[in-house]
């Protein structure tokens, strides 16, 4: 299974993002999604779970701002970010995640999308 991030871009601090995660070319195997990010000079880090039973987890940092969900239909994952801040500029990454906390990645990563909040 290939997971596709897209959606970044520039936004202002308090603007809001979409992010799309896809999956190609079957979802069947995907229990547990992750959305990760990785800012300049840190390390990689969890930001939003969500397993195949609805059940979500945030980091700290984006708790009340952000939103992960998932379009069955669509076999798409989304992340709504709302409220950003500078310190949310990274590059966000999707993976198949374990199911329970702390949802370690379980695939090589993919392609990610830049986040970028700066006035």
């Known amino acids: 299974v290939q997971l596709q991030a897209s959606g970044g871009g520039l936004v202002q601090p308090g603007g809001t993002l979409r992010l799309s995660c896809a999956a190609s070319?079957?979802?069947?195997?995907?229990?547990?999604l992750g959305w990760y990010r990785q800012a300049p000079g840190k390390q990689r880090e969890l930001v939003a779970a969500?397993?195949?039973?609805?059940?979500?987890n945030y980091a700290d940092s984006v708790k009340g701002r952000f939103i992960i969900s998932k379009d069955n239909a669509k076999d798409t994952w989304y992340l709504q970010m709302n409220s950003l801040k500078p310190e949310d500029t990274a590059v966000y990454y999707c993976?198949?995640?374990?199911?329970?906390?702390?949802?370690?990645?379980?695939?090589?990563w993919g392609q990610g999308t830049q986040v970028t909040v700066s006035s």
């Open positions: 993976n198949r995640a374990s199911y329970y906390p702390p949802h370690h990645p379980l695939d090589a």
């Open positions: 070319p079957s979802v069947f195997s995907i229990n547990a």
């Open positions: 969500i397993t195949d039973r609805g059940n979500t």
